[in-house]
T-cell receptor
Framework: DTGVSQDPRHKITKRGQNVTFRCDPI?????LYWYRQTLGQGPEFLTY????????KSRLLSDRFSAERPKGSFSTLEIQRTEQGDSAMYLC????????????FGPGTRLLVL | AQSVTQLGSHVSVSEGALVLLRCNYS??????LFWYVQYPNQGLQLLLK??????LVKGINGFEAEFKKSETSFHLTKPSAHMSDAAEYFC?????????????FGKGITLSVRP
Protein backbone atom coordinates (compact mmCIF):
# COMPACT_ATOMS: atom_id res chain seq x y z
CA ASP A 1 0.00 0.00 0.00
CA THR A 2 1.21 3.45 -0.84
CA GLY A 3 -0.82 5.07 1.88
CA VAL A 4 -3.39 7.85 1.74
CA SER A 5 -2.28 10.77 -0.42
CA GLN A 6 -3.60 14.31 -0.52
CA ASP A 7 -3.08 17.07 -3.02
CA PRO A 8 -2.07 19.84 -2.74
CA ARG A 9 -0.10 19.77 0.50
CA HIS A 10 -0.35 23.53 0.85
CA LYS A 11 -2.74 26.10 -0.56
CA ILE A 12 -2.76 29.85 -0.15
CA THR A 13 -5.77 31.68 -1.49
CA LYS A 14 -7.51 35.00 -1.19
CA ARG A 15 -10.78 35.40 0.60
CA GLY A 16 -13.70 34.77 -1.72
CA GLN A 17 -11.89 32.33 -3.98
CA ASN A 18 -12.90 28.70 -4.45
CA VAL A 19 -10.51 25.88 -3.62
CA THR A 20 -10.61 22.13 -4.22
CA PHE A 21 -8.64 19.44 -2.45
CA ARG A 22 -8.15 15.85 -3.50
CA CYS A 23 -7.75 12.69 -1.44
CA ASP A 24 -6.65 9.31 -2.79
CA PRO A 25 -7.35 6.59 -0.21
CA ILE A 26 -5.52 3.35 0.18
CA UNK A 27 -6.47 1.00 -2.64
CA UNK A 28 -9.67 -0.97 -1.93
CA UNK A 29 -10.51 1.10 1.13
CA UNK A 30 -14.24 1.73 0.74
CA UNK A 31 -14.64 4.13 3.67
CA LEU A 32 -13.33 7.66 3.44
CA TYR A 33 -13.40 10.46 6.00
CA TRP A 34 -12.63 14.17 5.93
CA TYR A 35 -11.55 16.03 9.06
CA ARG A 36 -10.56 19.63 9.71
CA GLN A 37 -7.88 20.63 12.20
CA THR A 38 -7.46 24.22 13.28
CA LEU A 39 -4.40 25.51 15.09
CA GLY A 40 -4.07 24.11 18.59
CA GLN A 41 -7.06 21.80 18.25
CA GLY A 42 -7.67 18.18 17.50
CA PRO A 43 -9.16 17.12 14.17
CA GLU A 44 -12.93 17.48 13.83
CA PHE A 45 -15.10 15.25 11.69
CA LEU A 46 -16.50 16.83 8.53
CA THR A 47 -17.98 14.07 6.39
CA TYR A 48 -17.95 10.35 5.65
CA UNK A 49 -18.29 8.25 2.50
CA UNK A 50 -18.99 4.59 2.15
CA UNK A 51 -18.07 3.79 -1.42
CA UNK A 52 -19.56 6.66 -3.45
CA UNK A 53 -22.35 7.44 -0.98
CA UNK A 54 -21.94 10.39 1.37
CA UNK A 55 -23.59 9.03 4.50
CA UNK A 56 -22.97 11.71 7.10
CA LYS A 57 -22.09 15.38 7.18
CA SER A 58 -21.13 17.39 10.23
CA ARG A 59 -22.84 20.64 11.13
CA LEU A 60 -19.38 22.13 10.59
CA LEU A 61 -19.87 21.55 6.89
CA SER A 62 -21.62 24.74 5.82
CA ASP A 63 -23.32 25.21 2.47
CA ARG A 64 -20.04 26.52 1.09
CA PHE A 65 -18.47 23.10 1.49
CA SER A 66 -19.14 20.18 -0.81
CA ALA A 67 -17.52 16.78 -0.99
CA GLU A 68 -17.74 14.10 -3.62
CA ARG A 69 -16.51 10.62 -4.24
CA PRO A 70 -17.91 9.91 -7.69
CA LYS A 71 -16.50 6.46 -8.38
CA GLY A 72 -15.92 5.30 -4.85
CA SER A 73 -12.19 5.83 -5.13
CA PHE A 74 -10.69 9.34 -4.78
CA SER A 75 -12.61 12.15 -3.13
CA THR A 76 -12.66 15.92 -3.53
CA LEU A 77 -13.51 18.59 -1.00
CA GLU A 78 -14.45 21.99 -2.41
CA ILE A 79 -14.80 25.20 -0.46
CA GLN A 80 -16.59 28.03 -2.22
CA ARG A 81 -16.16 31.69 -1.36
CA THR A 82 -13.43 30.97 1.16
CA GLU A 83 -13.30 32.90 4.42
CA GLN A 84 -10.38 33.49 6.75
CA GLY A 85 -12.00 31.13 9.23
CA ASP A 86 -11.56 28.30 6.73
CA SER A 87 -7.80 28.39 7.30
CA ALA A 88 -6.95 24.97 8.69
CA MET A 89 -5.41 21.60 7.94
CA TYR A 90 -7.80 19.35 6.03
CA LEU A 91 -7.15 15.69 6.71
CA CYS A 92 -8.40 12.67 4.83
CA UNK A 93 -8.54 9.14 6.23
CA UNK A 94 -9.58 5.78 4.83
CA UNK A 95 -10.43 2.34 6.08
CA UNK A 96 -12.40 -0.78 5.18
CA UNK A 97 -15.57 -2.39 6.48
CA UNK A 98 -13.48 -5.11 8.09
CA UNK A 99 -11.03 -2.79 9.82
CA UNK A 100 -13.36 0.13 10.31
CA UNK A 101 -11.97 1.02 13.72
CA UNK A 102 -8.53 1.79 12.27
CA UNK A 103 -8.38 4.88 10.08
CA UNK A 104 -5.27 5.63 8.06
CA PHE A 105 -4.58 9.31 7.63
CA GLY A 106 -3.05 11.22 4.78
CA PRO A 107 -0.50 14.04 5.26
CA GLY A 108 -3.20 16.70 5.03
CA THR A 109 -3.71 19.88 3.00
CA ARG A 110 -2.89 23.08 4.82
CA LEU A 111 -5.11 25.96 3.67
CA LEU A 112 -4.35 29.59 4.36
CA VAL A 113 -6.97 32.14 3.40
CA LEU A 114 -5.65 35.70 3.19
CA ALA B 1 -22.47 11.59 22.14
CA GLN B 2 -18.80 10.99 22.68
CA SER B 3 -16.05 13.27 23.92
CA VAL B 4 -12.42 13.20 24.97
CA THR B 5 -10.66 15.33 27.54
CA GLN B 6 -6.91 15.76 27.50
CA LEU B 7 -5.92 17.85 30.49
CA GLY B 8 -3.09 20.26 29.93
CA SER B 9 -1.79 21.31 26.55
CA HIS B 10 1.90 20.77 27.14
CA VAL B 11 4.03 18.19 28.92
CA SER B 12 7.81 18.46 29.26
CA VAL B 13 10.02 15.58 30.37
CA SER B 14 13.72 14.85 30.44
CA GLU B 15 15.20 12.30 28.10
CA GLY B 16 14.99 8.90 29.79
CA ALA B 17 12.13 9.93 32.10
CA LEU B 18 8.67 8.42 32.25
CA VAL B 19 6.11 9.81 29.84
CA LEU B 20 2.50 10.01 31.04
CA LEU B 21 -0.16 11.63 28.89
CA ARG B 22 -3.67 11.62 30.31
CA CYS B 23 -6.91 10.96 28.47
CA ASN B 24 -10.44 10.67 29.82
CA TYR B 25 -13.40 9.84 27.64
CA SER B 26 -17.16 10.02 27.72
CA UNK B 27 -19.28 7.62 25.71
CA UNK B 28 -22.83 6.36 25.95
CA UNK B 29 -21.87 3.16 24.11
CA UNK B 30 -18.87 0.86 24.43
CA UNK B 31 -15.96 2.78 22.96
CA UNK B 32 -12.97 2.11 20.82
CA LEU B 33 -10.06 4.26 22.01
CA PHE B 34 -6.98 5.44 20.17
CA TRP B 35 -3.79 7.40 20.57
CA TYR B 36 -2.39 9.14 17.51
CA VAL B 37 0.88 11.07 17.15
CA GLN B 38 1.40 14.03 14.84
CA TYR B 39 4.77 15.44 13.87
CA PRO B 40 4.97 19.01 12.53
CA ASN B 41 3.21 19.51 9.21
CA GLN B 42 2.33 15.85 8.94
CA GLY B 43 -0.79 13.72 9.21
CA LEU B 44 -1.70 11.46 12.09
CA GLN B 45 0.02 8.18 12.84
CA LEU B 46 -1.70 5.53 14.92
CA LEU B 47 0.26 4.65 18.07
CA LEU B 48 -2.15 2.13 19.55
CA LYS B 49 -5.81 1.25 19.90
CA UNK B 50 -8.20 -0.39 22.35
CA UNK B 51 -10.95 -2.44 20.74
CA UNK B 52 -12.47 -4.31 23.71
CA UNK B 53 -9.84 -7.03 23.94
CA UNK B 54 -6.96 -6.72 26.42
CA UNK B 55 -7.19 -3.63 28.62
CA LEU B 56 -3.43 -3.07 28.47
CA VAL B 57 -2.54 -2.17 24.93
CA LYS B 58 0.98 -2.02 23.56
CA GLY B 59 1.76 0.15 20.58
CA ILE B 60 4.64 1.30 18.46
CA ASN B 61 7.79 3.03 19.68
CA GLY B 62 7.50 1.58 23.18
CA PHE B 63 4.21 3.26 24.08
CA GLU B 64 1.39 1.55 25.92
CA ALA B 65 -1.99 2.52 27.33
CA GLU B 66 -4.40 0.99 29.81
CA PHE B 67 -8.18 1.10 29.44
CA LYS B 68 -9.87 1.66 32.82
CA LYS B 69 -13.62 1.60 32.47
CA SER B 70 -14.25 2.57 36.10
CA GLU B 71 -12.17 5.71 35.64
CA THR B 72 -13.19 6.30 31.99
CA SER B 73 -9.51 6.73 31.27
CA PHE B 74 -7.02 5.65 28.63
CA HIS B 75 -3.69 7.18 29.68
CA LEU B 76 -0.62 6.81 27.47
CA THR B 77 2.74 5.88 28.98
CA LYS B 78 6.31 5.21 27.94
CA PRO B 79 8.94 4.16 30.47
CA SER B 80 11.80 6.15 28.98
CA ALA B 81 11.40 9.21 26.78
CA HIS B 82 13.51 9.69 23.69
CA MET B 83 14.18 12.95 21.89
CA SER B 84 12.33 11.61 18.86
CA ASP B 85 9.13 11.35 20.95
CA ALA B 86 8.71 15.12 20.84
CA ALA B 87 5.44 15.64 18.97
CA GLU B 88 1.74 16.27 19.47
CA TYR B 89 -0.37 13.44 20.82
CA PHE B 90 -4.10 13.02 20.35
CA CYS B 91 -6.48 10.72 22.15
CA UNK B 92 -9.61 9.75 20.21
CA UNK B 93 -12.79 7.75 20.69
CA UNK B 94 -15.18 6.08 18.27
CA UNK B 95 -18.20 3.85 18.54
CA UNK B 96 -18.00 0.07 18.56
CA UNK B 97 -21.21 -0.25 16.59
CA UNK B 98 -22.70 1.82 13.85
CA UNK B 99 -21.90 2.34 10.22
CA UNK B 100 -19.95 5.54 10.75
CA UNK B 101 -16.97 4.96 12.99
CA UNK B 102 -15.91 8.61 12.94
CA UNK B 103 -13.27 9.63 15.41
CA UNK B 104 -13.80 12.25 18.10
CA PHE B 105 -10.48 13.75 19.16
CA GLY B 106 -9.23 15.56 22.20
CA LYS B 107 -7.42 18.88 21.85
CA GLY B 108 -4.04 17.22 21.94
CA ILE B 109 -0.96 17.43 24.14
CA THR B 110 2.41 18.68 22.98
CA LEU B 111 5.24 16.58 24.38
CA SER B 112 8.65 18.19 24.72
CA VAL B 113 11.73 16.14 25.60
CA ARG B 114 14.67 17.91 27.27
CA PRO B 115 18.21 16.61 26.70
Amino acid sequence: DTGVSQDPRHKITKRGQNVTFRCDPISEHNRLYWYRQTLGQGPEFLTYFQNEAQLEKSRLLSDRFSAERPKGSFSTLEIQRTEQGDSAMYLCASTTDKTQETQYFGPGTRLLVL
Amino acid sequence: AQSVTQLGSHVSVSEGALVLLRCNYSSSVPPYLFWYVQYPNQGLQLLLKYTSAATLVKGINGFEAEFKKSETSFHLTKPSAHMSDAAEYFCAVSRVTGANSKLTFGKGITLSVRP
